[in-house]
């Protein structure tokens, strides 16, 4: 096996429920006869540990998926795959934001969480896409129990399983209220925390004495308490930047007002409307009229979104950034609109390595198929110069917020198809950088010193479109840039050297895209941002729980995170992935004051 997934592999998935007798159930739950598969045909009466729930069978995945399904993905993990990854892979899965995945030490899960998650050295993280990862989201719970056999994962959860989530979230409740005194510098406001912990542990050691079904009520009953004490002990913060992103679907003022006054309700007061996505603005363009391209996103008709969102916004004393995506113009067939951006200007698009003497438009096989423009091509940054130029100076926005300033990403360099995977190779920029150094970049090996001088060429290109929305959007308009914050892996795999704006003072605030729910890891994650950042510049954490559909607690904790790092506040990724469960957590106490419950 390949020695960068040596510690990683693809497990066959059983969850033993109230059956014994799993070859009696194999056409039902479509098991393989294959005798490569490790199946019990009976289990001892010690052995089975039954849930109250009958579980099945979900899905079966073969070892051989890791390199020929994985190989291109984030963390080795491809569509549809479990893997299991234990410490020998690295410190973490590198997953991406589109699986889920659980911790496990000493045979129980202890945390689950969302993606790119620390591999504990005393145990391993079970990782899922697609239908693994909807077995992982129905079966896994804090305190299952799981083993491996052969190529099988075994997880199956017990009354005793909820007196373990039980007493972690009582721990969880009691840090909760610990670290909300420090971060608020005062007492606990009130003593609805503290009255929920103290339940909490009453049921808790109720669930310790009881038998059989009495067991998970009562631990249900303590784990819920914990989660009203977490909920309660998070003071308001006035001043604390409360944001989220936002795609507009709505086609009248009527609805942009329910929309808005839904957001209000939860104590968010700032909205990252999503302005310029996949190559077409959502307001009637006059620049994208000048090159000929179509003026306004047909989604919306005649309807100047935009518009009317900062004008019902002002009257709500909430605010509108602009968010923009600058080189990703989504994943649509040019072709289907005469007048889209590559059907006019095919010369703007971006190439890989790979596929760089292709004729036809260069697809991004892991960012969601899309396609990208080239950051190199003069006449591509001042178009979306134009646009910035546009949207401030005609709608004066209170913030624009830049994403996608980056290249597509490639592969690290550890990866053997590393150089294919990288991006800029466009005719545009060979030229330039041949007329600059008398070489062609195809022909530039990797860790050479002209590959150095290479990736400085497109990295400054990068920067050089930071510095032009500098120039043309005006000082009392916040600008703010979405980051990845592993700045070496940022460098190496996207050419975005977001240190540079922020020393050169190129933007105001940046919003780094933290894609985890494992707290710890959160918090490094964060303060090696706040370290890079300097006092002159904001930040916004992006937190992803809502996206990564993690527990309501998840995203409690990486706000108290975010304030003890001295964050200036938060922006959650997105509105559309916030249901009824976050939106009653914010409001509880950590967005609203108290008195506008």
């Known amino acids: 096996m390949n020695t960068l997934v040596k510690k990683a592999f693809i497990g066959t998935v059983l969850f033993f429920g109230s059956f014994t007798n799993l070859y009696a159930n194999a056409e039902e739950f479509n098991i393989s006869a294959d005798p490569f598969w490790v199946l019990k045909q009976e289990i001892s009466r010690d052995e089975e540990i039954l849930s109250f729930e009958t579980k099945r069978v979900s899905a079966i995945y073969p070892l051989d998926k890791v390199n020929t399904l994985g190989a291109n993905y984030p963390g080795f993990r491809g569509p549809g795959q479990l893997v299991v ?75 005793e399983s909820y007196v373990f989530m039980a ?40 669930a310790e004495h009881s038998k059989d079904t009495a067991i998970i009520q009562y631990a249900k009953a303590s784990i819920e308490s914990s989660n009203l004490a977490i909920k309660y002990a998070l003071p308001y913060m006035p001043n604390e930047f409360k944001g989220v992103w936002l795609r507009p679907s709505e086609k009248n003022a009527v609805e942009v007002r329910k929309t808005l006054d839904n957001i209000k309700q939860t104590g968010i007061n700032n909205v990252f409307l999503e302005t310029f ?109 134009q646009l910035l130029s546009e949207i401030s100076n005609k709608y004066h926005p209170d913030g624009i917020n830049l994403d996608y300033t980056r290249y597509p990403s490639s592969q690290n360099s550890t990866v053997p198809n590393f150089k294919q995977s990288n991006w800029g190779y466009t005719e545009y920029a060979r030229d330039e950088f041949k007329s600059l150094y008398e070489i062609d970049p195809v022909e530039i090996e990797v860790g050479t010193t002209m ?9 400054s290109k990068i920067s050089n479109f930071v510095q032009n929305a500098r120039e043309v959007v005006p000082n009392d308009i916040k600008l703010s840039a979405v980051i990845f914050p592993d700045y070496y892996a940022s460098l190496e795999t996207k050419q975005q050297d977001w240190a540079k704006w922020t020393n050169e003072e190129l933007v105001d605030v940046v919003t780094p895209l933290i894609m985890t729910s494992d707290n710890e890891l959160f918090h490094d994650i964060l303060k ?70």
Request: overall charge positive; charged content about 25%; aromatic content about 14%.
């Open 451 to 459: 590959w150095k001088k290479w990736s400085e060429y497109r990295r």
């Open 167 to 206: 007493k972690e979230k009582i721990d969880d409740a009691e840090e909760f209220i610990s670290n909300a005194r420090k971060s608020s510098n005062t007492a606990l406001e009130d003593k609805k925390a503290l009255g929920y912990l103290k339940k909490a542990k009453v049921y808790y050691k109720k």
């Open 277 to 385: 996505f996949h190559g077409y603005t959502i307001y009637p363009s006059e620049v994208m009229h000048q090159y000929y391209l179509t003026t306004q996103n047909p989604k919306f008709a005649s309807f100047d979104v935009l518009g009317t969102y900062i004008k019902e916004a002002h009257k709500r004393g909430m605010k509108i950034h602009c968010w923009f995506e600058a080189f990703y113009i989504g994943n649509s067939d040019p072709a289907l609109d005469k007048t889209s951006i590559l059907s006019v200007y095919p010369a703007w698009g971006n190439k890989n390595f790979a596929n760089y003497n292709s004729t036809s438009y260069v697809r991004h096989p892991v960012e969601h198929n899309g396609l990208f423009l080239d950051p190199a091509n003069f006449e591509t940054v001042y178009f979306l110069t």
């Open 85 to 159: 990854y234990y410490s020998d892979f690295g410190t973490t899965t590198g997953t991406n934001e589109f699986g889920t995945e659980a911790v496990i030490k000493d045979g129980v899960v202890v945390k689950l969480t969302g993606a790119d998650s620390s591999i504990p050295r005393d145990g391993f993280v079970v990782s899922g896409h697609g239908s693994a990862k909807k077995w992982i989201k129905d079966n896994l719970k804090i305190g299952t129990k799981i083993k491996i056999e052969g190529r099988t994962l075994i997880a199956y959860t017990t009354p």
């Open 528 to 597: 090696s941002v706040k370290m890079r950042t300097p006092n002159k510049v904001d930040i916004y954490t992006g937190l992803f729980v809502g996206f990564l559909d993690a527990e309501p607690e998840d995203l409690l904790r990486q706000i108290s995170v975010s304030r003890a790092l001295k964050s200036e506040g938060v922006v959650l990724f997105d509105w559309a992935h916030l249901p009824q469960k976050y939106q009653t957590a914010l409001k509880t106490r950590v967005f609203l004051p108290r008195d506008t419950k």
